[in-house]
C-alpha cells in the first residue's frame, strides 16, 4: 500500500489538526485526507507566491489554484472538497489571530458543481464482462472474482485491495468491508452465485492474508492491478474504452436502482456518507419521481 506522507507541517497547520482530531472529532482518515488536501495546495500556490503562508494569500491566488487544478483533470466535486479543506483552515488561523480574515468565507463552488451521471455499464454489457472472464487456470478466476466483486457488491478499488480471507463471512454470507471511505465500516450481502464462486478460490487460497495477490511476487493486489484486470477483461468483451473499476461500482448502484431498490439500501451497500451521493443515480428510471406522485389519492374517487 501508497505510505501516506506525515511530514510536520507549519505549527499552526499542526495545530489545525489537532483541532480537528480533539475538538472536531474528525476521524483519522478525514485528517490525513485534510492534510493532504493542504499539502497539494501548498506545493501548487508556493510556485506563484513563493514563501506565503496559506492564510496571507489573496481570493484571487485561490482562483488560479482551482482554475490550475480544474485543468489538470480534477472533477468538480474535488474541487468544492479542497476548498472546505482549504477554508477549514484558513477560518481557524482567523479565529488564531494570525490572519486579518478568511478570504474564503463565503466563497463557494457549488453553485457550478454540476453532478455527471455516473459512467456504467448497461445490463448486456455487464453479461459480456462477465462471460470474458471464464479461461481457466487460477490467476483468471482471481481475475474473474475481482470483477464479479467490484460488480457485485459495489466495492470501490481501495477497499477490494485491502480484503482479507477473514473479512468473509461465511455464516451469514456477507463480505465485511473494514477499511471502507470515512472509517465506516459496513457489511455486504453476497450474490448467492458469486459466493459459491468465493468459496471454491478460498479452498485454494488459506484461511489468512489478503484476499487477493498478484500472481508473481505473491504481494496484496494494487489499484493499478486491479485496474489492469478490469482493462484486459473490457477488452476481451468487445466494450468501450474507458471501463474502469469504478465504472462498474456505478453499474451496481445504477443496476440496483433500475430494480426498484430502495435509495437507502443502496446508500447503505455503497457505504455513502450522505444522500446526494446516491442520487446521482436517480438518473436511470427518469420518470420515477412522476410515477410516484401519481399513485397519491388525490384525484377522487372514481
Not at 443502496?266 to 401519481?294: D, F, K, N, W
Amino acid at each position: 500500500m501508497k505510505k501516506t506522507n506525515t511530514a510536520t507541517m507549519d505549527p499552526l497547520i499542526e495545530g489545525y489538526f489537532s483541532y480537528l482530531d480533539k475538538v472536531g472529532r474528525k476521524t483519522p482518515r478525514t485528517v490525513v485526507d485534510v492534510r493532504c488536501t493542504l499539502r497539494r495546495a501548498i506545493a501548487r500556490l508556493e510556485r506563484v507566491r513563493p514563501g506565503v503562508e496559506l492564510w496571507h494569500l489573496k481570493l484571487e491566488d485561490y482562483l488560479h489554484w482551482l482554475e490550475a487544478e480544474r485543468q489538470c483533470g480534477c472533477t468538480e466535486s474535488s474541487l468544492a472538497k479542497y476548498l472546505s479543506h482549504v477554508r477549514g483552515l484558513l477560518e481557524y488561523a482567523w479565529r488564531s489571530g494570525r490572519a486579518e480574515r478568511n478570504v474564503l468565507d463565503g466563497f463557494s463552488l457549488q453553485h457550478t458543481v454540476r453532478r455527471t451521471v455516473p459512467k456504467s455499464l448497461n445490463l448486456d454489457e455487464a453479461e459480456r464482462l462477465v462471460q470474458a472472464t471464464t479461461a481457466p487456470g487460477p490467476a483468471a478466476r482471481r481475475d474473474r472474482l475481482i470483477i464479479l466483486l467490484l460488480y457485485g457488491c459495489g466495492l470501490r478499488t481501495n477497499e477490494l485491495c485491502t480484503l482479507d480471507v477473514a473479512q468473509v463471512n461465511r455464516e451469514r454470507r456477507e463480505l465485511v468491508v473494514l477499511r471502507a471511505k470515512g472509517d465506516r465500516p459496513r457489511a455486504i450481502p453476497i450474490p448467492e452465485a458469486l459466493y459459491t464462486e468465493l468459496l471454491a478460490y478460498l479452498l485454494e487460497h488459506g484461511k489468512r492474508g489478503p484476499l487477493f495477490r498478484t500472481s508473481t511476487r505473491k504481494r496484496r493486489l494494487r489499484a493499478g492491478d486491479v485496474c489492469e484486470v478490469v482493462t484486459a477483461a473490457a477488452t476481451r468483451a468487445g466494450l468501450r474504452a474507458g471501463v474502469t473499476p469504478r465504472t462498474l461500482r456505478h453499474s451496481f448502484a445504477t443496476h440496483l436502482m433500475d430494480r426498484g431498490v430502495d435509495l437507502a439500501i443502496i446508500a447503505s451497500l455503497m457505504g455513502h456518507r450522505s444522500p446526494q451521493e446516491t442520487g446521482v443515480y436517480l438518473h436511470v428510471l427518469p420518470e420515477r419521481p412522476q410515477a410516484a406522485v401519481r399513485t397519491l389519492p388525490i384525484g377522487g374517487r372514481s
